[in-house]
Nanobody, 122 residues
Framework: QVQLVESGGGLVQPGGSLRLSCAASGIIFRINAMGWYRQAPGKERELVAG???????NYADSVKGRFTLSRDNAKNTAYLQMNSLKPEDTAVYYC????????????????WGKGTLVTVSS
């Protein structure tokens, strides 16, 4: 079994910062891409940022310049640093990862965390 556990969400004022963490645990041989998605009330889930195993990143236009995604492969953990937060960033943030459990597996399996709530409000 593999688990993704997010942490770091909470209430923050506009202009503030939060750092989300996503830790993968269980039987893991290799983690390919990792990413963060978010879903605001009444809206569809959307990609916020993604990072490859080599560290290449991509961001939604709405968060470019404000959010930074990084990963620590030794700890099987990804971090989303969120600065200059806006009320429209309010959402449940979900971690996603493509994980290969055994060396003889060719393809990874896509896993999701349960989400962490980020509320940006004064």
């Amino acid at each position: 079994q593999v688990q993704l556990v997010e942490s770091g969400g909470g209430l923050v004022q506009p202009g503030g910062s939060l750092r989300l963490s996503c830790a993968a645990s269980g039987i893991i041989f290799r983690i390919n891409a990792m990413g963060w998605y978010r879903q605001a009330p009444g809206k569809e889930r959307e990609l916020v940022a993604g990072i490859t195993s080599g560290g290449s990143t991509n961001y939604a236009d709405s968060v470019k310049g404000r959010f930074t995604l990084s990963r620590d492969n030794a700890k099987n953990t990804a971090y989303l640093q969120m600065n200059s937060l806006k009320p429209e960033d309010t959402a449940v943030y979900y971690c996603n990862a493509d994980i290969v459990q055994y060396s003889w597996y060719e393809d990874g399996i896509n896993y999701w965390g349960k989400g962490t709530l980020v509320t940006v409000s004064s």
